[in-house]
Nanobody, 112 residues
Framework: QVQVVESGGGLVQPGGSLRLSCKAS????????MYWYRQAPGKQRELVAR???????NYADSVKGRFAIARDNAKNSVYLEMNNLKPEDTAVYYC??????WGQGTQVTVSS
């Protein structure tokens, strides 16, 4: 059974940092592109970042230069380092290997 579990969300002040983690099981993790999406209240889910099996990365324009995605295939894990957070980054963040399957996500709230 495939399982993807996100963690690391929380409440942070503007300008602060958070590191999200995602651990996958039940898949051959190393062959998959991994994605981080987010969904803010009242908005559609949007792609934040992705990392291919070879380590190539892509980012949404809104997070370029502030967020960094990384993966550790030995740990079946992918990470999202978020710096200089803004209130508009507030959302539920989801990790996935298949953008048609979603887990619980982790809430990130940026507020003073």
């Amino acid at each position: 059974q495939v399982q993807v579990v996100e963690s690391g969300g929380g409440l942070v002040q503007p300008g602060g940092s958070l590191r999200l983690s995602c651990k996958a099981s039940g898949i051959i993790f190393s062959v998959y592109t991994m994605y981080w999406y987010r969904q803010a209240p009242g908005k559609q889910r949007e792609l934040v970042a992705r990392i291919t099996s070879g380590g190539s990365t892509n980012y949404a324009d809104s997070v370029k230069g502030r967020f960094a995605i990384a993966r550790d295939n030995a740990k079946n894990s992918v990470y999202l380092e978020m710096n200089n957070l803004k209130p508009e980054d507030t959302a539920v963040y989801y990790c996935t290997y298949n953008p048609e399957e979603w887990g619980q996500g982790t809430q990130v709230t940026v507020s003073s």
